[in-house]
């Protein structure tokens, strides 16, 4: 079956730090790849996404590149800020439409000033 | 602000008690999910409707009752519920079921004492 494979937190960074969250994921077919966030006290949020291979999401500086030969879609940021603290979810969606979405277990990003 | 929209945003209920959660979004979306997400437990899906019908019921104890009248609510109706019950749960929506993303509302903390 489907399964999305997260590297394990907690993660800390100081401010300004580069940030790579690993993802790999198991699919038949040709998922679409989406990174979501939460932030304390809050829902996920859909943070990028993307559809086919070698496509980039990218928002708010966060960037992902579905790599379709290594079957991952790593989450990096450059510089990242206190604000950045939150939990982040890897997540799969196949093309059957007959499954709902794969979630990964969730990385705690905490980043200090 | 998501579209999708969860009350109360916290509830504490005794174990004898009923409650329900509600559920609604008015982005015309045709799927809607009820989620548990516990401390240091992987995000769980609970149930699933599409089009109104119930999917998917992940093996939910029957002290959980969802309830989905029209496409745009959604219900999960509590009783007797256990103290490992306290969780917060998530309600999401999708355009169509297991395709494309979900969007998520803020979440119901729920204490059971």
């Known amino acids: 079956g489907n399964s999305v494979t997260q590297m394990e937190g907690p993660v800390t960074l100081s401010e300004e730090a580069f940030l790579t969250i690993n993802c790999t994921y198991t699919a038949t077919g040709y998922p679409s790849l989406f990174w979501y966030v939460q932030y304390p006290g809050e829902g996920l949020q859909l943070l990028l996404k993307a559809t086919k291979a070698d496509d980039k999401g990218s928002n708010k500086g966060f960037e992902a590149t579905y790599r379709k030969e290594t079957t991952s879609f790593h989450l990096e940021k450059g510089s990242v800020q206190v604000s950045d603290s939150a939990v982040y979810f890897c997540a799969l969606s196949d093309s059957s439409g007959n499954t709902p979405l794969v979630f990964g277990k969730g990385t705690r990003l905490s980043v200090i000033a | 602000e998501t579209g999708v929209t969860q009350t109360p945003r916290h509830l504490v209920m005794g174990m004898t008690n009923k409650k329900s959660l509600k559920c609604e979004q008015h982005?015309?979306?045709?799927?809607m999910y009820w989620y548990k997400q516990s401390a240091k437990k992987p995000l769980e899906l609970m149930f699933v409707y599409n089009f109104k019908e119930q999917t998917e019921n992940n093996s939910v104890p029957s002290r959980f009752s969802p309830e989905c009248p029209n496409s745009s609510h959604l219900f999960l109706h509590l009783h007797t519920l256990q103290p490992e019950d306290s969780a917060l749960y998530l309600c999401a929506s999708s355009q169509s079921f297991g395709l494309l993303e979900a969007f998520f509302g803020q979440g119901t903390r729920l204490t059971v004492v």
């Open positions: 982005l015309g979306h045709n799927a």
